[in-house]
């Protein structure tokens, strides 16, 4: 008995060595092992990741006593690695249903298609909410005329359902990004005006309810357009264009501004296939301002304008000289098209090798390929945002203080709104960005090595990449809209 009670209490004695390490003599080498091994295995505890990402107080009072600015110097022109920034801006002209999931699951998703593996490029296109065109078209190789076109509403009739859901569920999925004016009123005679303002009320009450929200707007159609906007001023072709005059019948532009819309292309087309900066100021007749963009829509051969901006000509738009030189010179480019004219013609061998060339400048890291609201959403912010800096205790801090539009007015930004903004730094580790005074978590921040100029950088991740192919039918479709 003695020999089993000896036995015993050998036994508990190593037992609580070994589950009672806290009770070992002082050896903070072997009790710091310990722990680090414990630490290293057991997921990290929330609340001291938030106590490691907390702003140190004097940071704060640094930064509130600081003046905001922006310095161009400061900061990338372009998300990293990209030189430049390319936008297809394809207008929903003659364009079906069935052509448009077509050429969109081609050119945005990464699907095997009858014309090899799509692009899995982000490419926006336009809608309209009614037509009232009385101009005899036939739309694609079926034979279907006017009616077919994809439009959210049959005709200018706001109680019949043509295309909505469907428009619906490719705004929602990012095909659809701007508002190629509210519908098609182009007639065969100049004077017969079919548009009416009711159409545009009606048109903003649908987009509203249905969450539908544009900041792009792209004028169309021939002088029996009324409600287009922006070019009076700029040749007697556009005094056609009532949109932005309050005294006329079809003036809209105080439906346009209130509903968030803040980029225009005004009608008027333009040769060059680059721009420095693809914004502008537009007046508009009402009082009202607005942003212009540029979009590349035909070349000049011997002083004559050769439209380019149809399907069959895509490979004339799209060439090696031309993105070489875009890269170069760091440059934007929109280039307008009208995949749905012909839409066929977008598949010839030669359209498609140009499109793919533009995918392997893109996947190179030379071009960002971008739909059109979030090229003109990225040019206006980079080129506006204010912040402060703070060197503290071997640490630069950077607080995003806000959006200076010159046109809208100054703004304090969400997270989306500073997607690709990219600050040079010497030291990207070191180097921490804050949002309002708050840390922003690592997983939006992007840190980038010394490049050609020898400078490294620390910025906001570009949006997450989507190749997910939404012609397919599914309940449910995410909004897109979020970066990585």
Same mark, same amino acid.
């Given at each position: 008995m003695k020999k089993c009670f000896v036995l015993l209490s050998f036994v508990l004695l190593l037992v609580s060595v070994f589950l009672g390490c806290s009770r070992l003599p002082n050896t903070p080498g072997k009790q710091q092992a310990v722990i680090s091994e414990r630490l290293a295995q057991e997921p990290p505890n929330q609340e001291k990741k938030v106590e490691e990402k907390k702003v140190p107080e004097e940071v704060i009072e640094k930064l509130k006593a600081s003046r905001a600015i922006h310095n161009s110097k400061d900061m990338r022109k372009f998300p990293y690695p990209y030189k430049a920034m390319?936008?297809?801006?394809?207008?929903?002209? %003659?364009?079906?249903?069935? =052509?448009?999931?077509?050429? &969109?699951?081609f050119l945005n998703t990464k699907e095997r298609?009858?014309?090899?593996?799509?692009?899995?490029l982000d490419i926006g296109d336009t809608m309209w909410v009614f037509t009232g065109s009385n101009v005899p078209e036939i739309t694609d190789l079926k034979g279907h005329g006017q009616e077919s076109v994809m439009t959210y509403y049959k005709g200018t009739d706001s109680t019949a359902i043509h295309d909505g859901e469907k428009i619906k569920r490719y705004y929602k999925?990012?095909?659809?990004?701007? $508002? &190629?004016?509210?519908?098609?009123?182009?007639?065969? /005679?100049?004077?017969?005006?079919?548009? *009416?303002r009711e159409y545009a009320e009606k048109a903003w009450e649908t987009l509203n309810k249905e969450n539908m929200k544009f900041k792009v707007w792209i004028n169309h159609g021939n002088q029996s357009n009324k409600q287009n906007f922006g070019a009076n001023n700029i040749g007697k072709y556009f005094h056609y264009q009532e949109g932005d005059n309050a005294k006329s019948p079809y003036y809209n532009t105080d439906l346009v501004i209130k509903n968030g819309v803040k980029f225009l292309w005004n009608s008027d087309c333009k040769a060059d296939f680059e721009v420095d900066n693809p914004l502008f100021p537009i007046n508009l007749r009402d009082g009202k301002r607005i +942003?212009?963009?540029? *979009?590349?829509?035909?070349?000049?051969?011997?002083?004559?304008? @050769? +439209?380019? +901006?149809?399907? =069959?000509?895509?490979?004339?738009?799209?060439t090696k000289e031309r993105l070489n030189k875009l890269v170069k010179d760091q440059g934007y480019s929109i280039i307008a098209q009208h995949f749905g004219v012909n839409a066929e013609k977008l598949f010839i061998a030669k359209n498609i090798e140009a499109l793919r060339l533009l995918k392997e400048y893109k996947e190179n890291g030379q071009i960002l390929v971008a739909r059109t609201s979030r090229l003109l959403n990225y040019a206006l912010n980079q080129q506006y945002v204010k912040y402060? $800096?703070?060197?503290? *205790?071997?640490? $630069?801090?950077?607080?995003?203080?806000s959006i200076a539009d010159p046109i809208f007015g100054e703004f304090k930004p969400e997270l989306e709104d500073l997607a690709g903004l990219t600050f040079y730094t010497d030291n990207p580790e070191k180097t921490c960005i804050l949002l309002n005074? /708050?840390?922003?978590?690592?997983?939006?921040?992007? *840190? %980038?090595?010394?490049? @050609?100029?020898?400078?490294?950088?620390?910025?906001? /991740?570009w949006y997450k990449e989507n190749y997910h192919d939404y012609t397919k039918i599914e309940k449910n479709v995410s909004n897109l809209d979020e970066i990585h």
């Open positions: 390319v936008a297809i801006s394809s207008d929903i002209d %003659n364009t079906t249903l069935e =052509e448009f999931e077509k050429y &969109h699951r298609t009858e014309f090899g593996e799509g692009l899995g999925a990012g095909w659809i990004d701007a $508002l &190629h004016t509210y519908g098609d009123f182009s007639r065969l /005679k100049g004077e017969d005006i079919s548009f *009416r +942003w212009g963009f540029h *979009r590349y829509t035909y070349d000049m051969i011997k002083s004559t304008a @050769d +439209w380019t +901006w149809t399907p =069959e000509n895509v490979h004339k738009q799209i402060s $800096l703070v060197n503290f *205790r071997d640490k $630069l801090w950077i607080n995003i203080d005074l /708050k840390p922003i978590d690592d997983k939006y921040i992007q *840190r %980038n090595p010394k490049e @050609d100029n020898s400078l490294k950088s620390i910025g906001f /991740k």
